[in-house]
């Protein structure tokens, strides 16, 4: 499914007790989504089923954090992220994110299951000047994947001028 979605600038909120709950297959395609994923989305379920998560992408969002986190998933660990979302309308909304591989019986990865919640506003006031220099990095190189590692480097040597892992720097916002 092809579609160009210009933001708004228009920001959605999830209330205080909401959970979004997604599931991927190995490729990141939606195998499942609850009902406030579907409202916050503004996709209906068949819209997402089979889709990629990334569909939902907002541009202002470092491909670099995506990285982290496909790489975090296939070492079969746990990561934890701020993440803007777009919706179908243009729309957005911030989310801490918890990503999980899913395993079967022998411990292989089989698929991804995330749960997200409402983020503290002043965690998010924090992340996106960080977010803002890493999408600048981003953009400053003419071929996206030399951008994503550039700015991929770039947080890295964040977390390192800092003293600290990428999961001690996200929960310490």
Not at 54 to 78: A, G, N, Y
Not at 115 to 120: A, E, G, I, V, Y
Not at 158 to 171: N, R
Request: some cysteine; charged content about 25%.
């Amino acid at each position: 499914m092809t579609r160009t979605i210009r933001p708004t600038g228009v920001e959605d909120f999830l209330g205080e007790e909401e959970l979004i709950v997604s599931k991927t297959d190995l490729k990141g395609r939606i195998t499942y989504a609850n009902d406030v994923f579907i409202r916050m989305a503004k996709y209906s379920y068949a819209e997402l089923m089979g889709e990629p998560h990334s569909m939902i992408r907002h541009p202002d969002m470092p491909r670099c954090v995506f990285k982290l986190l496909w790489d975090t998933l296939q070492s079969k660990q746990e990561i934890f992220a701020y993440v803007v979302n777009l919706a179908k309308d243009g729309s957005h909304y911030w989310v801490f994110a918890h990503v999980t591989p899913t395993f079967d019986e022998r411990g292989n990865i089989v698929g991804y299951h995330s749960n997200r919640r409402k983020p503290d506003p002043a965690q998010i006031e924090r992340i996106k000047p960080i977010y803002k220099t890493l999408c600048a990095e981003e953009a400053r190189h003419a071929n996206a994947k030399d951008g994503m590692h550039a700015s991929f480097d770039a947080m890295v040597g964040l977390l390192k001028q800092q003293g600290v892992g990428y999961d001690e720097f996200v929960l310490s916002l």
